[in-house]
């Protein structure tokens, strides 16, 4: 059974960090093989894509909105992917997604409360 299991999200104030993991576990291929995306929900908003890192760890992207503020990585070792979040906004604040995602293979974590206020 593949598990995807996002930890780390909390309460922050403006400015403050916080680092999101994801363990994954139970896939059919090897971890390495899955592309990792980090996506985020607003109350009332779309789900949109926060941030992307390839199988191989060697290409990321990130949405403009946090860029030069978010950094994210893997550990093919461990099966983990991780969102390090500094200078954080109140408009950062929602709801954490991990994504894996291999050819018709996509598969979701049940997400992790980011909550950034004074």
């Known amino acids: 059974q593949v598990r995807l299991v996002e930890s780390g999200g909390g309460l922050v104030q403006p400015g403050g960090s916080l680092r999101l993991s994801c363990a994954a576990s139970?896939?059919?291929?090897?971890?390495?093989?899955?592309?990792m995306t980090w996506y985020r929900q607003a109350p009332g908003k779309e789900r949109e894509l926060v941030a992307l890192i390839s199988s191989g760890g060697d290409s990321i992207s990130y949405a403009d909105s946090v860029k030069g503020r978010f950094t994210m990585s893997r550990d093919n070792a461990k099966n983990v992917v991780a969102l390090q979040m500094d200078s954080l906004k109140p408009e950062d604040t929602a709801v954490y997604y991990c994504?894996?995602?291999?050819?018709?293979?996509?598969?979701w974590g049940q997400g992790t409360q980011v909550t950034v206020s004074s």
């Open positions: 139970g896939f059919t291929f090897a971890f390495r093989t899955y592309a």
């Open positions: 994504n894996a995602r291999r050819s018709i293979f996509d598969y």
